[in-house]
């Protein structure tokens, strides 16, 4: 009896009792691969990647299962090369084939979650830049990024707006033209690790000086913009 008979010999007409391991194990490399599936999506967008579908899914199963296998002698090598479809075509004949497919639904699932998310902050950014630009060609301004309603007063001697944004600038050669390329950079550099939309804020130093930051709560991310 080779492997796979032996393995349905054992589990059949029960839930595969690898079932929920697997599945969170799936999860988790799914959610942390986000960079990696970002990567290929905009490849995709660029034209240079290929089909949308389940960009990451197939992969993150593959190298769960033999990452499950390679600890548990008792499971096949149900992955030949050639996709999940052969998994399936092994299993048919038992319950396992629902759990491949319920694990499969539910990581595309997330995966189309992820993407969201992506283009919802991608969105986010393009209109928040878009705001920058149309209050420059208004008024020569660039709108507060901490209470967006105001527009900066930006000088050789500091950044303030009504709202109680204020930086002290002098001897540092800001513009509107330089601190729209900050702010622009700052976005750009959290949207590449992180979905969610970023904060700005007014902090100070050790020595009392007041800084404007950028924040995530969700990653972690923080950063001086001016």
Same mark, same amino acid.
């Given at each position: 009896?080779?492997?796979?008979? @032996? ?5 059949? *007409? ?6 929920? =391991? ?10 942390? /691969? ?14 240079? *990647? +290929? ?9 993150? #199963?593959?190298?769960?299962? &033999?990452?499950?296998?390679? &600890?548990?002698? $008792? ?20 319950d396992e084939l629902a759990a491949f497919e319920e694990i499969q639904q539910e990581l595309i699932a997330q995966e189309l979650l992820i993407l ?5 902050? #991608? ?28 527009? !900066?007063?930006?000088? $050789?001697?500091?950044? &303030?707006?009504?709202? +109680? ?6 001897? @540092?050669?800001? =513009? &509107? ?5 900050? !702010? ?16 700005? $804020? #007014?902090?100070?130093?050790?020595? +009392? $000086?007041?800084?404007?930051?950028? /924040?995530?709560?969700v990653c972690d991310y923080l950063s001086v913009v001016l």
């Open positions: 009896m080779d492997a796979v008979q @032996r393995h349905r010999s054992m589990y059949k *007409g029960t839930t595969p009792p690898w079932k929920e =391991t697997y599945r969170k194990r799936c999860v988790e490399r799914l959610k942390n /691969s986000r960079s990696k599936l970002l990567e290929k999506f905009r490849q995709i967008e660029d034209g240079t *990647g +290929g089909s949308k579908s389940s960009l990451l899914v197939q992969e993150v #199963m593959e190298e769960e299962w &033999s990452a499950l296998q390679s &600890s548990n002698q $008792s499971l096949p090598s149900l992955w030949n090369g050639n996709g999940i479809r052969d998994v399936y075509t092994a299993q048919h004949e038992f969201e998310e992506y283009q919802n902050s #991608m969105q986010y950014e393009e209109q928040y830049l878009n705001s920058v630009l149309e209050g420059m060609e208004q008024c020569g301004g660039i709108i507060c990024p901490i209470c967006h309603a105001n527009n !900066l007063t930006v000088n $050789s001697h500091f950044t &303030s707006c009504p709202c +109680g944004l204020y930086v002290n600038t002098i001897g @540092r050669n800001i =513009t &509107s033209e330089v601190l729209q390329n900050l !702010l622009e950079r700052r976005v750009t550099e959290h949207m590449e690790d992180c979905l969610h939309n970023p904060t700005f $804020s #007014m902090a100070f130093n050790t020595d +009392g $000086s007041p800084n404007l930051m950028i /924040s995530c709560k």
